[in-house]
Structure formats: structure tokens, C-alpha cells
């Protein structure tokens, strides 16, 4: 398999820990978001929205939207499950990453924050006030919801995990601070002990820093 991803985007950095979780060997395509490269026709034509990540299961087969991949990945290769339980376990797994991928994440991504510093004249200061009001925001529910448990929906990683952990980075990227959520923060920590998790941070991707 091949994904089509960017260092620091959280939601390829989403995916990059599901195809370690689920243990499958997968090359990188980069693609330089600042430079616009996610833009190309030749990208287009992969994937219309211009947005990363793609994942290429097979020749000529892509699959777009990071939720839409990792259920993919979840059904297809199910061992170990990350939405594991009975149905309402599974739905709390579902409504703690929900806060992330349909609350945070779409108003705090690249072309909207752009679209805010620039369009909507905010300026980076105005920018930076957004992203960090809309982050605390939903980090505030999260640490409510979240038990005193190692990850965050139990004591193995699961699908809220997968979303916490690239949304996490991206706070501390934003100088969010971490004290006032002390339970997401101790399971960010907890889950980068992990090699999966690891693995699949920004830090870690070898041909990041050539970007
Ligand atoms: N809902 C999409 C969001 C994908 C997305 O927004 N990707 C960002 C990086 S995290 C991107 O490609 N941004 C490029 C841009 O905003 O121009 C998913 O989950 O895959």
C-alpha cells in the first residue's frame, strides 16, 4: 500500500498509526502542503479534494477521508480491533474522536486557518486565537469525558487514540498548554511509548525534515 501524506498532517498521521496498529508494511508518498504540491493536477486526479492523506490500497485503487480509511483498515484487517466492545462501548469510542474529527480538526486545518489570517484579515494573531480557542474547546470536553485509564477509551489503543494523538501534537505545536489536561496529556505520553504511535509521529518521518 501507498500513502500519500505530509509530516505534520494529523489526519495522514491518523492513518500512519492505524497501518502500524494493524502491523502492515505501507511506503510513503510526501507531499509539501506548504508548497502546494497537494494541489497538482497529477494529485487531483488522486484525490479531487487536494487534500492528504490518500491511502492507494492497490494499483489505481485510492481511498480517500481518514475516517473513511481507517474503518477500511479496521473491517479488512481486524486484528487487533480499535473498536472493540459491545455497541455502546463502541459508540463512546466514537463520540470522543467525533469531538476531533468533525469539531476540531476541519476549522483548524491549513486552508481554513489560511482562509481566517488572510480572507477574513485576522492576521497571525488572530489566526493563532482561533485555533486556540477551537482546540481548548474540544480538549476541554475530551478531559471531561475521559476516564482515568491508560488510553483513552480503556487499556488498549483504540480509535479515539488514533484521532487524540495527532490532534494532541498539533496543540503543543500551537503552544496549548498541556497542564490544564492532565488526563489527555498522560495518555499522549502513554501512547508514544508505543513504536506504533511513535513511529508515526511527524518527528519521526525521515524524509520530513528534507521538506
Ligand atoms: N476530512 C479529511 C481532512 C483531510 C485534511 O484536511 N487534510 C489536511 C491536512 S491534515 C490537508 O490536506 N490540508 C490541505 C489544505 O488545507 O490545503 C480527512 O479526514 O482525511
Known amino acids: ?69 481507517i474503518e477500511w483498515l479496521d473491517e479488512v484487517y481486524p486484528d487487533p480491533p480499535l473498536l472493540p466492545g459491545d455497541s455502546l462501548a463502541r459508540a463512546k469510542i ?36 482561533w485555533i486556540k480557542h477551537w482546540i481548548s474547546e474540544g480538549f476541554s470536553a475530551l478531559e471531561s469525558e475521559m476516564s482515568d485509564t491508560r488510553f483513552s477509551a480503556g487499556n488498549s489503543p483504540m480509535l479515539s487514540d488514533v484521532y487524540l494523538i495527532p490532534q494532541i501534537y498539533n496543540a503543543i505545536r500551537f503552544n496549548i498548554n498541556m497542564d490544564n489536561f492532565p488526563k489527555l496529556y498522560s495518555v499522549y505520553n502513554n501512547c508514544n511509548e508505543l513504536p506504533e504511535f511513535f513511529q508515526a509521529s511527524p518527528q519521526y518521518q525521515e524524509d520530513a525534515t528534507s521538506m
Not at 502492515?24 to 487531483?44: F, Q
Not at 476531533?100 to 482562509?115: A, E, F, G, M, T
Open 1 to 69: 500500500m501507498k500513502l500519500y501524506t505530509y509530516f505534520r498532517s494529523s489526519a495522514a498521521y491518523r492513518v500512519r498509526i492505524a497501518l502500524n496498529l494493524k502491523g502492515i508494511d505501507y511506503t510513503n508518498e510526501y507531499l509539501n502542503l506548504v508548497k502546494g504540491e497537494h494541489r497538482s493536477a497529477k494529485y487531483l486526479k488522486i484525490n479531487p479534494q487536494g487534500l492528504v492523506p490518500t491511502l492507494e490500497i492497490e494499483d489505481g485503487v485510492n481511498l480517500s477521508q481518514s475516517t473513511a480509511i
Open 94 to 129: 466514537r463520540s470522543l474522536y467525533s469531538i476531533i474529527s468533525s469539531d476540531i480538526h476541519p476549522i483548524c486545518n491549513l486552508r481554513v486557518i489560511k482562509y481566517v489570517e488572510s480572507s477574513l484579515d485576522a492576521g497571525k494573531e488572530g489566526k493563532l486565537k
